[in-house]
T-cell receptor
Framework: AQSVTQLDSQVPVFEEAPVELRCNYS??????LFWYVQYPNQGLQLLLK??????LVESINGFEAEFNKSQTSFHLRKPSVHISDTAEYFC??????????FGPGTRLSVLP | DAGVTQSPTHLIKTRGQQVTLRCSPK?????VSWYQQALGQGPQFIFQ???????QRGNFPDRFSGHQFPNYSSELNVNALLLGDSALYLC??????????????FGEGSWLTVV
C-alpha cells in the first residue's frame, strides 16, 4: 500500500525567507505526485503536479517541487514566502486509475 | 462554468442520526470521489463512483454509503453517526477516460459536526 510522509507538521518562517516542505512517499510502482494547498476554511487547491518528464515542476505563484525517484521524495520549495502563503500544504500520490493518498499535511505559518 | 459544488456547507447532527451530503461534479466530469478530512489530518479516500456504481472503496465501514445519479451528481450517506465522524467531507470530480494525472477538482467541502 502506498503511504505519504510529511515529517514537519508545522513550519513557521519569516516573511521573505525561503522554505522547504518535505514529502516522502512509499510505492513500488510509478506514481503521479501532487501538492495541494488548503487555506483556512476552504477546500483543496492544486498547487503543482509531477506526471512525467522534467523532475522540476513549478507553480504560477513561485513554488517549485523536485521529484527524486531514488529518494522517493517530492519536496516543495519557495525562495521567498509571503504572508499570503500561510496555509496547510498536502502532498499526495496517485497511481494510474487509483485514488489519491494524502500525507498528513504541513501547516506553513509565515510571520511578519 | 461551475466547478464542483457541495451542499450543505455546514451541518450539525446528533449521535445516531443519519446524514446525506451532496455533490455536483464539474461540467463534463463523470467520476466522483469522496474524501473525509478529520481535523488536523490529510483527506482519506472513502469511495469513488462512476456510471452509477461504486468502483473503489477505502477503509471505511458500511455505515458510509453513496449513490451516483444519471446526471453524475452524487450523494454520501452516513448512518448511525459517531462523534468521530465529525470532519470535512470533500468531493472530487474527474473524467474517467482522461489521463490519471489530469487535474482533479475538489469542492469546498461539507463540514459535519456530530454532537
Amino acid at each position: 500500500a502506498q503511504s505519504v510522509t510529511q515529517l514537519d507538521s508545522q513550519v513557521p518562517v519569516f516573511e521573505e525567507a525561503p522554505v522547504e516542505l518535505r514529502c516522502n512517499y512509499s510505492s513500488s510502482v510509478s506514481v503521479y505526485l501532487f501538492w495541494y494547498v488548503q487555506y483556512p476554511n476552504q477546500g483543496l487547491q492544486l498547487l503543482l503536479k509531477y506526471l512525467s518528464g522534467s523532475t522540476l515542476v513549478e507553480s504560477i505563484n513561485g513554488f517549485e517541487a523536485e521529484f527524486n525517484k531514488s529518494q522517493t521524495s517530492f519536496h516543495l520549495r519557495k525562495p521567498s514566502v509571503h504572508i499570503s502563503d500561510t496555509a496547510e500544504y498536502f502532498c499526495a500520490v496517485r497511481r494510474n486509475g487509483q485514488n489519491f493518498v494524502f500525507g498528513p499535511g504541513t501547516r506553513l505559518s509565515v510571520l511578519p | 462554468d461551475a466547478g464542483v459544488t457541495q451542499s450543505p456547507t455546514h451541518l450539525i447532527k446528533t449521535r445516531g442520526q443519519q446524514v446525506t451530503l451532496r455533490c455536483s461534479p464539474k461540467s463534463g466530469h463523470d467520476t466522483v470521489s469522496w474524501y473525509q478530512q478529520a481535523l488536523g489530518q490529510g483527506p482519506q479516500f472513502i469511495f469513488q463512483y462512476y456510471e452509477e456504481e461504486e468502483r473503489q472503496r477505502g477503509n471505511f465501514p458500511d455505515r458510509f454509503s453513496g449513490h451516483q445519479f444519471p446526471n453524475y451528481s452524487s450523494e454520501l450517506n452516513v448512518n448511525a453517526l459517531l462523534l468521530g465522524d465529525s470532519a470535512l467531507y470533500l468531493c472530487a470530480s474527474s473524467l474517467r477516460t482522461a489521463s490519471s494525472g489530469n487535474t482533479i477538482y475538489f469542492g469546498e467541502g461539507s463540514w459535519l459536526t456530530v454532537v
